[in-house]
């Protein structure tokens, strides 16, 4: 009514019908139409005509219930709604004497609800989220001189699975098949360290993940990199904050530990790595036993430090991390040959592997 109103408006002020298409985005049809039922018809022609057919069934009362019921929580013991669920509700709540799924499914597109799709969502309750958020986004952007940045982080329960018969390959039209049952070898855990200047990767493969397991991968950090100091981006993990963690700590000053707020893992640029490993070297795979995957997971890390090592750029537009560019080598090359002679320096002095 609001635009047919403004048609007449603009058409009392002396402008075409073309004029008021362009000005409302209408077609010129539109607006000779309603030009010609006020002209014949008055206020009463700017109302919409009878139509011929059925007339409608529901009115706007029963969608209002329809969307209410729907955005709210699902009788017991169901989890969420459905079209069949919905529609019963609907009847059994004497709303309507009946009604069909496809109704409601048109409803819900009109409307654009999507109640068959869910995003996952994590509030973080940290009091302090702004300010650790803020500290280490600070360190990614602007790193300090003479420090190196180590992001580390644990990928836990690796399962080696073997699948029982060989994957088959993909055919034109035909997707590759991968058979679904197979036979567990157990799991690996994996200690891992991001250096945030380089992109360079130091993996270590431990039978039981605790406190005694990561405080030695401290300590094999602390050699390979020597002299500087080294801030550790950290998640709260128990490890990470355990007593014996904490009094190693407090022992080594080298060390300066930076924890991510609660529920903000994606601040930690391991987990990034992490992603990568999981599609290029893991998923879909099958191990004939732990050592496998043990194997697998060491020729991506050196693949990796050889070939594809490369530092992560977090910029204020876009995507927060992005892989940095080949100027972004350039400007780390001096940074990552001075990391591999401290390598080459530290496995010389002392029985490590590099």
């Not at 985005?25 to 309603?34: I, M, Q």
């Not at 055919?171 to 945030?196: C, D, M, P």
């Not at 693949?303 to 204020?316: G, R, S, V």
Request: charged fraction near 25%; proline fraction near 5%.
């Amino acid at each position: 009514m609001a635009l047919r109103a403004k048609i007449v408006l603009l058409a009392n002020l002396g402008h075409n019908n073309s004029d008021i298409a362009d000005q409302l985005g209408v077609d010129v049809k539109t607006a000779r139409k309603w030009r010609h039922r006020y002209k014949y018809g008055g206020f009463q022609g700017l109302e919409d005509a009878e139509r011929s057919g059925r007339p409608m069934k529901f009115d706007s009362v029963v969608r209002h219930e329809v969307f209410t019921a729907v955005v709210g929580p699902p009788p017991e013991p169901y989890s969420r709604w459905n079209l069949d669920l919905l529609a019963k509700h609907l009847v059994d709540a004497k709303i309507v004497s009946s009604i069909s799924i496809e109704t409601l499914s048109h409803w819900f597109r009109r409307a654009d609800l999507k109640p068959h799709k869910v995003r996952g969502w994590l509030n973080s309750p940290d009091p302090e989220f702004k300010i650790k958020r803020d500290r280490i986004v600070e360190v990614y952007r602007n790193p300090p001189k003479d420090t190196w940045i180590l992001s580390i982080d644990e990928k836990t329960n690796i399962q080696a699975l073997e699948r029982v018969r060989a994957d088959q390959p993909m055919k034109k039209g035909q997707f590759r098949r991968v058979e679904w049952e197979y036979i567990r070898h157990g799991t690996a855990n994996l200690l891992a360290s991001f250096n945030v200047l380089t992109g360079q990767v130091i993996g270590e493969l431990v039978e039981k993940n605790d406190s005694g397991a990561f405080i030695a991968f401290l300590q094999r950090l602390l050699r390979l990199h020597p002299r500087k100091k080294i801030i550790l981006i950290l998640d709260n993990g128990t490890t990470h904050k355990s007593a014996a963690t904490t009094e190693f700590l407090s022992k080594n000053p080298r060390l300066i530990p930076h924890f991510t707020p609660t529920h903000a893992s994606w601040l930690n640029q391991i987990e990034l790595w992490f992603s990568a490993l999981s599609r290029h070297a893991l998923c879909r795979a099958s191990f004939s036993g732990r050592a496998a995957l043990v194997e697998r997971i060491e020729n991506y890390i050196a693949h990796h430090n050889q070939e594809l090592a490369l530092p992560y750029d977090w910029t204020t537009k876009g995507k927060p991390l992005t892989r940095a560019t080949a100027k972004g080598r350039l400007r780390n090359r001096s940074i990552a040959r001075e990391f591999r002679r401290a390598c080459r320096s530290s496995a010389s002095s002392a029985h490590t592997r590099p």
